[in-house]
Every structure is written in C-alpha cells, then in structure tokens.
C-alpha cells in the first residue's frame, strides 16, 4: 500500500501551514490554496479535524506509559555537606531542593539545583550557569555559594536560599503605591546594569525570576540561559541559539523571537514588560492568551497599548468595589504621560530605538520621579514613519513624495499609513506561509533519504507561486529564488540555478544595505555555484562574500569560516595569500566546533576536491582520509559526506598516484553504500557511480563497467529532471564504454544521448572539463559513423587529451 | 538516587556496539537485544518500586538504561545512537506485552506472565497500543521518518530535541513530522483503515 510519496509530502507541508494558522483564517486558507484539488483538501480537512482529539488521545496514552514524573524519583538525602530538607520546585533544565548544612555548625539554608538528566546540552548549559554566577556579587544577585559533581556525574549547585515571592505578587500583596513600585524597580534595574557591567545578559527577565524577600530586598534568580558578551560588548552568538525555545513568548522581546543577536537592549525590553506588569497588571501581550504563535505574532507587531489606557480599561471593566474603580482611574491618571512614554520607550520593536542602556533607562525613571523632564519623547511622525519604512520601503517610497508636494494632506497621509501597514501586516503573514512551506521542503532537502527528484517536482510550482503570489514581497520572493536556485544547482541546471540566483541576489540588493547576512548569503552560494563552470568569478564572489561576513560577524562565525576557506580554495597558487586564509578558516572552525568535527572534515574535503588546492596527490589523498576518518568518527560511514570523501578518496589514489587495487575498492564501497542510502536520483550518486564505472572501463575491466554505467544510465535517464548534467555523464560513459565492447549501435544511441545534454550545459556554463567529454562525444561518433563535422586537427588535440575530469566534485 | 552504581559499572560492551553505528555498520543483533534486556528488566523493576502507579515510565527507564548501559563514558554521537535504538526496542517491548496480555485475555494459548511482568502493560492499554501499532506499520511503508519520530516521542518517551538529535534531523522536522504522523494516526484509528485519497491516488 504504497502512497505516492510526492502526495504525502505535499500533505504534510499544507497540513504544517494550515494548522499554524488561526482557526478563522482556516477556511479561507482552503479556499485559496486548495480549490482545485478537491482529493487533497479532502484529506487535510481529515488530518485537521483529527488534530485536536489526537493530541488528546496521545497525551493520555503517553501519560499513562511515558510516566510525567522525571527522571529521578526521590530526591539525595545529602548532598556534599548539606541535607535535603524538600524539593522546592523544578524548572526546564534541573530540580531545585531546599537544604540545611548537615553538621548543623551554622544554621544556613540554600538552594540546591541539580541538573535532571545527562543531557550533553543540559549539563553545559548548567556549567555555564555555574560560571556566570561564580562572576556575580551583587546585593540584588541571587548568590552561588558552592557547586560540584553528584556519584553519578550529575553537576549541582548550591545557591543562597531565597525566601520571596515574585515581584508581581509582592507588590499586589504589599498594595504598594505607584511610586513605591518604582522604587522597587530601581533594585532590579541596578541588579541587571550589574550584570551588564560584567559582560552578562539575563536574557529571561519575568516576574518569577524576580522574587522580594520580606524586608523588601529584590533578588535576581536564574542566569540560566543568561549570554556571556564579548568583551566589546557584541554578543557571542555560540550560545544564542539554545536560548529560544526556552523563552516565555510573553516577556520575550522581539529580536528574539526573530533570532535576531541579543543584546543589553533585549533586557531592557524584558525590564519594560516587567515594569509595565508591574504598574498595570497586565500583560502588554498576549493579556487574554492564544497559542504561543499567536503572541509572537503580537510581539512582533502589535504596538503596545499606553500603561495608563490599559489601566483605564480595566477601571471600565472592574465589577469589584467602586473604590477599586476609583482607585485604578486615579493610578491611570497618574501614570499618563512621561511614565506612558518611558515605558514605551523601552518597549520599542527595533532595539536600537530602545533606551541605550539599563542605566539610562532607571535614570529617566528617577527623573520622571524628581519632576524632571525625562528623555523619553513623545514618538514623532519622523520616528513612525521610520519604523514603517523598515516594514514595507516600496509602499512607502511613494506615499513620501505624496506627502512633500502637499503637506496639506497630513490627514490623508496618516490614513494611509494605516492601511498600509495592514497591508504590510498581510504580506508578512503571508510571507510567513510561504516560508513555512520552504522550510519544510528545505529540510527535506538536507535529508538524504528524500528523493530530491520528486523534491524538484514540488518546488516548480513554488517559483510560479512565488513570482506572482509574492509580486509585492521581495524580501520572501529573493528567500524563494535563492533556496530554488541551490537545488536546480546540485542538479547541474546551470541555466536555471544561475538566473534564479542572481535574481535573488538582486532584490537583495535593493532591499538591503550591505552588510547584511542574505546579500552575503547570496554571494556565497553564487560563488558556489561558480566553482567548477568560472573559477575566476568563484573566486570574486567568495572574496565578496568573506568580506561582507567579516564586517557582519566579530570574532569566529561558520559562515565567515566557511567563505574564507573556500575563497583561498579559488585563489591562483602562487598567491601567497591563499595558504594564510585557508588556515585562518581551518582554525576558526577547530575553535567552534572542535578539532575532529565534521565541519572541520567538510572544510578539508572541500577545499582539495576539484585540485584548486594546489596539493600534491599525496596531499591530496592525505586530506580526503582524513575527512573520511573524522566523518567515520562521527557521523557514520553511510553519511553522504563520507561517501563523497570516499569516492574521491578513490579517485586520487587510482588516477593519480597509481594505486589502482586500493582506489577501486574505495569506489566500490561508496557505490555500494551511496545504493543503499542515498535515493536513487540523488545527482551525487550518479557522479560517485559515473566515477566508478569510468574507471572500471579505464582498468579495462569492460563487462563491470558496462554492468555499472548501465545502470547508472538507465536511473538517470529516469529519475533526473530532463537536461541535468548527470544524464549527459553518465550516458558519455556508457557509450565510451559499448564502444570499447563492439557494440556500435547501442553506443551510438547513448552517446547522442550525452551530447545533446552535454551541449546544452556546456552551453550555458561551459564547465571546466565538462566540454572535453562533449567534444570527446563529437569525436568518436564522428570516427566509428563519420556523420560529424569537426576540424581533425582540434578532435586530435581533444583526444590526446582525453581525459575525463579527475577528481568531481560531489 | 545516584543511577549508574559504579560497582555494577558499565562494561563498555554497549559503547563498543554503538560506537559501530558510529563508523556506518547497522544496528547489530547484540546491541538491540542488550539494550531490549536492560529495559525490559528496569521496566519489571519500576513496576515493583511503584505499587499501585498506573504509569510505566518508560521516558525514565530509557534514560536510565543509559546511564547503567553507557554511563559517563558516552559523547554526543553514541548518546543519539542509543536514544534511537531504545526507543526501538521499547516499542518492541511493549508491543510484545500487549500481545501477550491480548492473547491471555482471549483465553489464548500464551503462559499466564509472571505478577510484575504482567503490569508492565496496564490492561486497558494493550488493545490501544496494538491498535497504535498496526497503523504504526502503514505510516512507516511510505514515510518511514515520521514512523521513527513517533517511535522516539511516544515509545521513547524522547522530548522533540532529542528525538532530532538521535534521527539527525531538525528539531522543526521533528514537531511537523510529530503533528502530522499524530493527526494521521488518530484519523486512521477512529476510521479503521483506508486513508481514502492516498490510497485512491495510489490505484
């Protein structure tokens, strides 16, 4: 009962998008998207209506098998000196107990995190919490005391005991004034500029993470995913990405969900919701739930309501006593104006619009307090306009010179600055659809067990949709002309991965302002895409592309590693250059990802596949077994990469330094295991099987190679899109290789084959070596039928040097 | 209580096998059935130590299996490996529970289990998951992924990270192949078989 897999994966990526969707956008989701197919929106409305009972029912089950107790049943009695008094809790990465001193020599109670599992990211997460609060001494700082190892390998630490409660609770239970909240924000405030002054970012400000002990003191807790800065204050992004999923969407600042590099602004925007809490009751997001997307989505672009409107409302809407209602009009009073202002200040979406720093934040407060005139301005036209301008330029643009020739219509302007925007709004939503569907067929892309020819079917239609459902959202437009144009690329559909790239490339440019991370994105796989057809303009755009990701990223980054490493690989040999910047890149990613990763293997392989390394063949084989090495190491033989290092493990040592017997064997065995993992369309199977056949026929071993090319021939004429350069190599190879068996005809018919094919490509990016085997093909058709014309004295030349490309690049 | 009791140590054998996996070999008999073994025995373990506690617990049996198979020793490559591999050979387990529990109920020709094994499986769950398990088997034949995310969600009892680390995959793929593999599965459980237009597609 096999279901098409192109069906079910089409399924899947529709369902992923429609169930993200609110259930009132449902409907007429279906109606756009599914209309003309009546089977498939029959079966997602199958898949949606079981979705809320299967979660149920999972649940339950699960409960009842997977156990909701963790991972440790009882709690240690003692832990180093301390005795375990109760569990006081526990949170996403440890248990937290509370505990005496055990020999009673002083009476001290702590707090005792233990870290729940031997999860690799969970200890280092927890060792790095260690560190950061070893750091700290601060009064408003929950305090580290102590810390080590359990018997079996578990980290602890042990923290001053914090007898409070959050400091939401405390204020309401307290009734405290407006002005007394204040001043018990100012506490927190000098705790996190504390902590900003020693290179550390909370980054999970909320109330829970505040607690006020009874005598008023305001306690910092839990660094837990807090960020070390660099030392100039730019933040290190190797630790940027655990963060994310452990926020709480409601205290989360933007640039945060978006991924975005945090920064001391992040918790100056965390500070702001907590104040605004604090002085309303509310939440600015997220007040009356929805999932967790619903509230991103808020956060991203809603403004917030003024504190003394959201104060007002709830005046409106209190049943309680009429002094509550009185109550929250005068605290509403109170806080319009200058505190409206600071709040919202420090709420701001665009960081750099926030107070610069926590100091300068608890200084306008203070001000604000002293009847001073704060720095928090009312928010200009200029100012809204600006932030509107970052949202949707094009739309913009226009209205602006509207606005200049008749200042008189400012009425008009601002109406249309809103419907604008709620247009903008729904290209974002849009956009956001579109990469949801990406994403998911992108993922597919990297996973080596989908056939990525059935993947190249989904995704036609994708540029369709894109170059009309998108007309009006470049930046989602570019993100679908670049992601399609690297996957027409592996296909070696030059023509199209070419147009589609530079086309990303350009709206790119105009969107954005170098530096920016999707130009060099854009750069970097243009580059890639050049390799083997123009080294030279390689060579240019990789140059631009470590360029621009040096200005990008302080300090080591994959990418900048990654473009470096490849620009020194285009780099002419005498280049004294080219040796220094490799090893810059070489170093740079031993220092991320360690010194046998398979990062560092890929750079390697990477840089010595296709001979621009300028290695000797010693050099050469020497690097691919020790990619294949640490790729054995750590992903497993079987992973693609290692059976790419292979065959050209195989390659160099048959070709070029002569050990037939150990070069076929290396070919054999990445054949043989690319068959079984790899789908049978991958265009890297058909070069390693092409490798492997032609040099089968090379070693004259006529009737394996003809078994090998055969097969080889018949799967890509099958399974590759029409015109991909693979057909044309494995076709030229069959040929070559039925000519040296007698039979002319059969080798006529495949050879014709491989030069329509191999003129096509070659046409368009005239890949190095790849013309040799379309005139090699011109030649002996035209020797063994003599129905070509070539000059005899350019087909001698081409067939003394006959040789196919030694070293592919897979 | 401290797991991994150094005494009755880790012998190495398990890192060993999964260090295998790690240079590209399949799953070996041996691992599969010493890791089946480990479980099986901490799951009539844990059924004595609770009394009277509905739930197996199979997420904490996974991960002490860990802890007193590979222990301290392990890195991140054998941790993934094992992850997978428990998370197969728990839904083996409980599938074989089931069946028996199924098979003794209709009186059939199956030896009464012995008190703490007979638990292992709550009654009432053994149909469900036998249920589960059949259209498990059609989920796998046309997209095998998503029958190993469910694989390591539900048997393992692994949270979404790491489920992606032990298949390799990223943690979006994870949860999309989860809600999808989820909604499919009840549909075809409370319709009986016949996901009508992939199947119609297919003829």
Known sequence: MAVPPDRWMRVKALFAEVVALPHAERAPWFDEHLDGDAELRVEIERLLAAEADANRYFDTLGNKIQGTDDFEAEPPETIGIWRIVQEAGHGGMGRVYEAVREDGLFDQRVAIKVVESHAPRLVRRFQQERRILAGLEHPNICRLLDGGTLDDGRPYLVMEYVDGEPITAYADRNQLSVDERLILFAQVCEAVAYAHRHLIIHRDLKPSNVLVTDDGTAKLLDFGIATLMDEDGAPNHGLTQTGRRLLTPHYAAPEQILNQPITTATDVYALGILLYVLLTGHRPFGATGGSQHEIEQEVLKKEPTAPSTAVSKSAGKATDSGGQVLDLTKRGRRLRGDLDRIVLKALRKEPERRYASVEAFARDLQRHQEGLPVEARPATMGYRLNSFVKRHRTGVLITITGLILTSTLVTFFAVQITAERDRAEAYADRADQVNAFLTDILDAADDPTVDRSVLLKILEPATERAETELADDPDARAAVFHALGNLYARFGRWDLADSLLHNALLIRRELHTPPHPDIAESLYDIGYMYTESTPDSALQYFRAAAEMHRELHRGDHPELANSLVQWSRMMPQDDPEKRQRFEQGIEMIKRMFGERSPELAEAIHEYYVLGFSGGTPEELAAAFEEALDIYRETVGEQHPYALHAMNNLGMVLHDALGRHKEGLAFLARSVELGREVLPPADPDYATMAVNYGATLHERGQLQDADEVLSDIAETTARLLPENTAGIGQSHYWYGRNLLSLGRAEEAEAALRTAWEILRYTAAIAKPRGKSQPRWTACTIIRMRTGRWNMPSASLWKLEKRRKRPSIESV | ?203
């Open chain 2, 1 to 203: 209580m401290p797991i991994a009791d150094p005494a009755s140590g880790t012998d190495g054998e398990v890192t060993r096998l999964l260090s295998d996996l790690q240079r590209g070999e399949p799953v070996s008999d041996a691992l599969f059935r010493r890791v089946y073994d480990e479980l099986h025995q901490l799951a009539r373990h844990h059924r004595r130590r609770w009394k009277g506690n509905e739930t197996l617990n199979t997420t904490a049996i996974v991960h002490e299996a860990y802890l007193k198979l590979v222990g301290g020793s392990g890195d991140f490559a054998s941790r993934r490996h094992f992850m997978a591999v428990a998370s197969k050979a728990m839904r083996h387990l409980l599938i074989t529970y089931a069946e028996r529990q199924s098979a003794g109920k209709r009186g059939g020709g199956e030896a009464a289990l012995p008190l703490d094994e007979a638990l292992i499986i709550p009654e009432q769950q053994s149909d469900e998951l036998l249920a589960l398990e059949e259209a498990l088997k059609r989920l796998e034949h046309f997209d095998p992924r998503a029958a190993e995310v469910v694989e390591c969600r539900f048997f393992g009892g692994l949270d979404a990270e790491e489920t992606a680390e032990a298949l390799g995959v990223s943690r979006r793929t994870v949860t999309r192949d989860w809600a999808v593999a989820r909604a499919w599965l009840f549909a075809e459980l409370s319709e009986g078989p016949g996901a009508r237009l992939l199947h119609d597609a297919d003829g």
